[in-house]
Nanobody, 125 residues
Framework: VQLQASGGGSVQAGGSLRLSCAAS????????MGWFRQAPGKEREFVAA????????RYADSVKGRFTISRDSAKKTVDLQMNNVKPEDTAVYYC???????????????????WGQGTLVTVSS
């Protein structure tokens, strides 16, 4: 699976931004797609994830109610809609994928095999 993240940029606090992760590969059966972020000087952390096939999504508490992860099957993308962004959302955002990931491990970055190159989001106050 190859992943290509896009959509990052600069936005003012309270604004919105939409990230997109284009996925290519042989099959998307039983694959989980996730978004992670890494702020300067901090560890990479979980943001949101969902199974490609559907089902419930999972969000970090810090973004719950503001961010939404969705899938576009036709475009083969997994998007992250970011609303009411805050300066603490500033980070490089990465999309990631993993096959046959147990739902209980969906937030564990070490369980993801495939990673995109990252896209920078800067939120100014």
């Amino acid at each position: 699976v190859q992943l290509q993240a896009s959509g990052g940029g600069s936005v003012q606090a309270g604004g919105s931004l939409r990230l997109s992760c284009a996925a290519s590969g042989s099959t998307f059966n039983d694959i989980t797609m996730g978004w992670f972020r890494q702020a300067p000087g901090k560890e990479r952390e979980f943001v949101a994830a969902r199974r490609w096939s559907g089902g419930s999504s999972r969000y970090a508490d810090s973004v719950k109610g503001r961010f939404t992860i969705s899938r576009d099957s036709a475009k083969k993308t997994v998007d992250l809609q970011m609303n009411n962004v805050k300066p603490e959302d500033t980070a490089v955002y990465y999309c990631a994928a993993s096959y046959r990931l147990i739902h209980g491990l969906i937030e564990d970055k070490d369980r993801y095999t495939y990673w995109g190159q990252g896209t920078l989001v800067t939120v100014s106050s």
